[in-house]
C-alpha cells in the first residue's frame, strides 16, 4: 500500500534535525541515485549526515568523489528512503551540489517534489539499516560538526 505525501514527514523533521545524535545513532537512511550505467546505485546515510530543514528542504554531506556524489552532481536527482512510524517513507529529491563543507565533504541541497508512505496491513517496519559504530564518541563528535556546517555553511 502506498500513501502519497506532498511534503516530508513530521517524523523526519525531528529524525534528522541534527539533534540528539547520541540517541539516534543507529537511525539511518538510504539514498538512491542513478548510475552513468542506468543501474540504481544506493548508500547508506547516517543522521550526520542528513539535515531536514523543514517539510520541503533538506542538505546532504557526501564523501565528494563517491558514486553518489557524482551521480547527483550528473542527474540532480534522488530518492531518499528512511523507516518512521511503521512504514518506509520516500522522498523524491532534486538535488543541487552547493560546495564544499570545509572538512573535505561535498555539501548538495534538496528540494522534496514528491513523498510517499509505503505501509503494509500485515506488517510495522521497525527499522532500514542500523550502525554500530566502532568509536561512537570520536564519531558522534564528527556528526556534530558536520550537522553544524549544514545548518549554517560557510
Given amino acids: 500500500m502506498q500513501d502519497t505525501e506532498s511534503r516530508l514527514p513530521d517524523v523526519w523533521l525531528s529524525l534528522f534535525d541534527g539533534t540528539g545524535l547520541e540517541a539516534k545513532q543507529d537511525t539511518s537512511a538510504i539514498l538512491a541515485t542513478v548510475g552513468e550505467d542506468g543501474w540504481p546505485h544506493v548508500s547508506f546515510l547516517s543522521v550526520g ?19 553518489t556524489a557524482g551521480n547527483l552532481r550528473r542527474t540532480g536527482r534522488a530518492i531518499l528512503f528512511a523507516a518512521a512510524e511503521g512504514s518506509v517513507w520516500e522522498a523524491r529529491l532534486d538535488a543541487r551540489p552547493t560546495g564544499d563543507d570545509g572538512q573535505g565533504l561535498a555539501r548538495f541541497d ?39 556546517r549544514l545548518a549554517h555553511p560557510g
Wanted: no cysteine; glycine share 4%; charged share 25%.
Fill in 49 to 67: 549526515e542528513v539535515l531536514v530543514r523543514d517539510h520541503d528542504r533538506l542538505s546532504l554531506l557526501l564523501w565528494p568523489s563517491s558514486t
Fill in 110 to 148: 534538496a528540494q522534496a517534489v514528491a513523498v510517499r508512505r509505503h505501509v503494509a496491513p500485515y506488517a510495522e517496519v521497525t527499522g532500514m539499516i542500523g550502525f554500530r559504530l566502532h568509536d561512537p564518541d570520536d564519531v558522534i563528535a564528527r556528526w556534530h560538526k558536520q550537522i553544524e
